[in-house]
């Protein structure tokens, strides 16, 4: 991946966006129940310690919605303009390797039928 580069994933978005806030527990109730959990991790060494920053994460992304403001809904109509971003950019990809290989193949046609090619045509 290059500088600026980014990669999206519209299924994963879309389902996000559909998930998000909705049926019984909303992000911010999974979150409030996630920083309030006792015994994740039940006996397992270092449990406590994992529980501990779990629990701490979990606060920060609830502190950090509060502090600027967001909603569960702010995050699933983000979650769907990603989804219909990727959709657009995934159609316009495909259109420009449809492109590339047509002209692809006619220069290569030409030559197959003895043209004699000096340039290339921009697609």
């Known amino acids: ?16 966006g559909e998930t998000t806030g909705s049926g019984g ?11 309030s959990a006792q015994g994740l991790f039940g ?7 994992a529980e ?8 920060s992304v609830l502190d950090a919605w509060i502090a600027n403001e967001v909603s569960v809904e702010d995050i699933s109509a983000s979650a769907h303009t990603v989804a219909d971003l990727a959709e657009e950019t995934d159609e316009a990809a495909a259109a420009i390797t449809a492109s590339a290989a047509e002209a692809a193949f006619g220069y290569t046609e030409r030559m197959m039928n003895g043209e004699e090619l000096n340039t290339v045509e921009r697609i």
């Open 25 to 35: 527990e909303s992000a911010s109730d999974a979150l409030i129940r996630i920083a």
């Open 1 to 16: 991946m290059t500088d600026g580069e980014q990669i999206l994933n519209a299924s994963a978005a879309r389902r996000a």
């Open 52 to 59: 501990s920053a779990l629990a701490s994460a979990a606060a």
């Open 43 to 49: 006996s397992v060494p270092e449990g406590a310690a």
